[in-house]
C-alpha cells in the first residue's frame, strides 16, 4: 500500500501569493492533519479534517484554510503568503480519531516565500 | 495544558553504547505518548506510542521508551546506538480528550541525536 502522498515536493512562491498543497491519506484512512515545520523548531498543528469535516483548529490566522473531499484527500490553502510562512508542511493521516490509532507522516511539501 | 519538554537540544554518544533521549510531558487527564523521528528533509517516521498497558514499550528499529507516571517521563532508549540513529527525535503528547482539538498532536522543540563512529 502506498503510504501519505504529499505534493508539490517543493515549491517557491513571491510574498503575498497563493498556494495550494495536496494531501492523499492512506487508502482507508478517513482523517487527515496538517503541520507546519518551521526550521529548527518542532511540527505546529494547523488543521484536522474527518469524514470531510473539520475537527480541530490550531492556532494559525484565517489565511489558512484547508477542505477533505470525499475520497479523503485534502488540500491546504495559504493566501497572502510572509516570508514567515516558509517551511516544512506536513501531512498526517489516520485510520480514524480513536486515542489508541497512530498518525502516519507524509515527506513533506518544503515551501519557500522570497 | 496539555505539553511536552525535551530538555536537551544534542544528544552525543558513540556507537554500540546505550542512549537515552528524554522527554517529560505535561497533560490533564491519561496521557497519550509517541516518539517520532526526522531524517534530514524527511517528514516523520514514527517508532512507537504509549496508550496504556506496559510501562516499557517496544518499537521499531530496536528503540524502546520507558512511560513514568510519578516523574512525567517517556524517554527514548536504545541498548546500543548505531551510527544510522542519527537524526532528530520528537517526543509529542495527543492533545486533550473531549476538547475541540483532541485529535491533535503536541511536539517537543525535538533532539538532534548524533551518533559517532
Known amino acids: 500500500d502506498a503510504g501519505v502522498t504529499q505534493s508539490p515536493t517543493h515549491l517557491i512562491k513571491t510574498r503575498g501569493q497563493q498556494v495550494t498543497l495536496r494531501c492523499s491519506p492512506i487508502?482507508?484512512?478517513?482523517?487527515v492533519s496538517w503541520y507546519q515545520q518551521v526550521l529548527g523548531q518542532g511540527p505546529q498543528f494547523i488543521f484536522q479534517?474527518?469524514?470531510?469535516?473539520?475537527?480541530g483548529r490550531g492556532n494559525f490566522p484565517d489565511r489558512f484554510s484547508a477542505r477533505q473531499f470525499p475520497n479523503y484527500s485534502s488540500e491546504l490553502n495559504v493566501n497572502a503568503l510572509l516570508l514567515g510562512d516558509s517551511a516544512l508542511y506536513l501531512c498526517?493521516?489516520?485510520?480514524?480519531?480513536?486515542?489508541?490509532?497512530?498518525?502516519?507522516f507524509g515527506s513533506g511539501t518544503r515551501l519557500t516565500v522570497v | 495544558a496539555q505539553s511536552v519538554a525535551q530538555p536537551e537540544d544534542q544528544v552525543n554518544v558513540a556507537e554500540g553504547n546505550p542512549l537515552t533521549v528524554k522527554c517529560t510531558y505535561s497533560?490533564?487527564?491519561?496521557?497519550?505518548l509517541f516518539w517520532y523521528v526526522q531524517y534530514p528533509n524527511r517528514g516523520l517516521q514514527f517508532l512507537l506510542k504509549?496508550?496504556?498497558?506496559?510501562?516499557l514499550v517496544k518499537g521499531s528499529y530496536g528503540f524502546e521508551a520507558e512511560f513514568n507516571k510519578s516523574q512525567t517521563s517517556f524517554h527514548l532508549k536504545k541498548p546500543s546506538a548505531l551510527v544510522s540513529d542519527s537524526a532528530l527525535y520528537f517526543c509529542?503528547?495527543?492533545?486533550?480528550?473531549?476538547?475541540?482539538?483532541?485529535?491533535?498532536?503536541?511536539f517537543g522543540q525535538g533532539t538532534t541525536l548524533q551518533v559517532k563512529p
Open positions: 498526517a493521516s489516520q485510520k480514524n480519531t480513536a486515542p489508541n490509532y497512530g498518525y502516519t
Open positions: 509529542a503528547v495527543r492533545g486533550p480528550l473531549g476538547s475541540s482539538n483532541t485529535g491533535k498532536l503536541i
Open positions: 497533560v490533564s487527564g491519561n496521557p497519550y
Open positions: 504509549y496508550i496504556t498497558g506496559d510501562n
Open positions: 479534517y474527518y469524514e470531510k469535516e473539520e475537527r
Open positions: 487508502s482507508g484512512h478517513k482523517s
